[in-house]
């Protein structure tokens, strides 16, 4: 018995399951993670419009059906615009890579006219879709869709405020590591819009033709 | 002791460098096959090549698919490696949760539709 207790005192150290002290973690290290969940919660309220639009998109309460409203060329330049705008995105990165700010700040600019153009697109197009008496409160097919496509849209508009706003960060303090750091983060936002983008036109858009 | 516990501290150290994003050469690898993959499905409903609705149907998904799954690795960068696999796993929980939730809705709602007293609107076009 006296053996047993001896092995388990002072000399022989126990053993180490965990830190006790929490080490040092570099400033914004859990950034990405953070912002990754983020968008992928924001995932979940896209799945849950596009379930919705899937229950009620046909539903047109003897209203106009997809075939009367839809034109699939300007979905398919909206569709361009974006895809652009994810590359030449992507091109900036490239260029914050290799600290150069004024590349950077082009291919922000360039990305920015992409996303402004799209907006613009889709705004056009849903003022057609109201002057054509095809509003959301015409049918429970039209209410989804607007919500659906019009979420989208708003996201695609905050991203390029905030784009705007990075920008003028970079502009003035410089390619610092806080705003590398927040120019990954849109940089994350902006790709997983494009693949929501792809949801809504094979969805809502190529779907809707084919019904 | 001391060994340990620096195992401990390296093992944990892995979070120090920024997110993967990709190479000129995986952007345009990126771009090239979404360009494809966008153009392809637009082609086949605007063209009505294929006349079966539900083939059509079926087609265009399985590009949407394939895009999704393009841009995931190609734009946003998920791997195994990034954030020691929590961006994986949160990616394979969302993905998850999607799937329960857009084929649980359109299950129960096709069914509640279908077992409904049908409106005087059906009972009318009834033989």
Known sequence: MTVLTDTATPGAQAPVFYVADEHEHPEGASTYLGFWIYVMSDCLIFACLFATFGVLGGNYAAGPAPKDVFELPIVAVNTAMLLLSSITYGFAMLAMDRDKTGATLGWLAVTALFGAAFVGIELHEFAGLIHEGATPERSAFLSSFFTLVGTHGLHVTSGLVWMVVLMVQVATKGLVQANKRRLLCLSMFWHFLDVVWIGVFTFVYLLGMLR | ?127
């Open chain 2, 1 to 127: 002791m001391s060994l340990d516990a620096h195992a401990l501290d390296e093992s944990d150290h892995g979070h120090d460098d920024s997110p993967p994003h990709g190479t000129l050469q995986s952007y345009l690898i990126g771009f090239g096959l979404s360009v494809v993959l966008t153009a392809i499905p637009f082609w086949l409903v605007m063209s009505g090549v294929i006349a079966d609705k539900t083939v059509a149907a079926i087609t265009i998904m399985g590009f949407a698919f394939v895009q999704i799954i393009v841009h995931v690795i190609y734009f946003l960068h998920v791997d195994f490696k990034s954030e020691r696999g929590w961006t994986i796993m949160t990616f394979i929980f969302t993905v998850v949760i999607l799937f329960i939730t857009l084929s649980g809705s359109l299950w129960v709602m096709y069914h509640l539709t279908s077992n409904m007293a049908p409106t005087p609107a059906v009972m009318r076009q009834m033989p």
